[in-house]
């Protein structure tokens, strides 16, 4: 391994890494990722295990202390979070100076970033308690402040959290509820919302999660971060994908068309790409795409839904890994391709695909911006970068030019 920092300080040099494919920008404990052999770790557990037998706050205090809770540890967490599900009333104003067709990917950018404005005694980043509450608070108003942009966006009344319910079961009640009738909730869709959450709780320096870490870095208070991580999320290289699966595979719109969409694909002259293929880190399953796809035939089969979608997407999948042009560059779905199906079974408009993304990340968002403050060597970033502008010249007067 090479020591950039030594390297520099004896040469001058510094490496030049467009989109950062072999440059580490920090150490971290949380998680471990082999894209070779399809590994996802946190803290030292497989995702598959996690999926299976943990709920997502488990998750949550795995990645923030470093090891799954006991039972009286899990009881206190669960009661902290839930402590702070309500948001200020005064916020619902804010929601109001919003378009009603405003996306609500933009409305959460907004409404995060406007957090240290309400909860000003969270932002010293260097006190520890008031760390640990603006990470509480972040966690636990994200699902309300999501199901609020939805709210808003349809013209329904907002739905205040239900402390009785687990985290994935109140943000379906604050989605799907309306006054007139609560919402019905099916143990396999909470458990299906519950892996959602899980699949997407942390995955090392992605796009968001290093924008974060960057923001921090300057000593910005964690509202201000998160947002800033939300605004890198919403691309559709990152976390927009899962929304442009499912508007990918409307457009195909039947098995036939698809080979003519595969050739696209293929076509370096054409922009399009096979939305959900392709991974910078995995060369191999996304092992979320694995634990995914499951969910979406225990979903697709207790909702009794017969999706031409699913169906679509199977053959869409099958076709692509046999394609020697996708078996070549190693190009296999991942987690986005699956969970956008999922997601429209459970009844969240597209609009709210990557909301729900950037409502699980928030944990790992959290658990990388604590890890990085609370570390004693840790700087501000400030990559380098290859001028190629002119060589410095003559000033010219307005009167010359
Ligand atoms: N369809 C067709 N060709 C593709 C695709 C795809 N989905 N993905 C990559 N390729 C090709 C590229 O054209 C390139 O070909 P070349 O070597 O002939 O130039 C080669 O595979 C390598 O691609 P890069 O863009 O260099 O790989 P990179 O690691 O930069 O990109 C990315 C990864 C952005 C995810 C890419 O695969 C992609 O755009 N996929 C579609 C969008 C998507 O599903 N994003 C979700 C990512 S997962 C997440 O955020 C949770």
Known sequence: VIDVRKLYAE?????YDPGFTSTGSCESALTFI?????ILLHRGY?????AENSDFLDVAYLLLYGDLPNKDQKKKFDRDVTYHTMVHEQLSNFYRGFRRDAHPMAVLCGVIGALSAFYHDSTD?????QRMVASFRLIAKMPTIAAMAYKYSVGQPFNYPRNDLTYAENFLHMMFAVPAEPYKMSPTIARAMDRILILHADHEQNASTSTVRLSGSSGANPFACIAAGIASLWGPAHGGANEAVLNMLQEIGHKDNINEYIKKAKDKDDPFRLMGFGHRVYKNYD?????MQ???????AELDLDDPLLELAMALEKIALEDDYFVEKKLFPNVDFYSGIVLKALGFPTSMFTVLFAVARTVGWVAQWKEMIEDPSQKIGRPRQ???GPAQR????????
């Open 11 to 15: 040469t001058g040099h510094f490496t």
């Open 34 to 38: 082999d894209g070779d052999e399809g």
């Open 46 to 50: 497989s995702i598959e295990d996690l």
């Open 125 to 129: 980043i260097h006190d520890e308690r």
């Open 287 to 291: 092992p979320r795409a694995k634990v």
């Open 294 to 300: 499951k969910s979406c035939h225990e979903v697709l």
């Open 386 to 388: 290859l001028y190629t």
């Open 394 to 401: 003559a000033y010219v007067p307005l009167g010359d030019r």
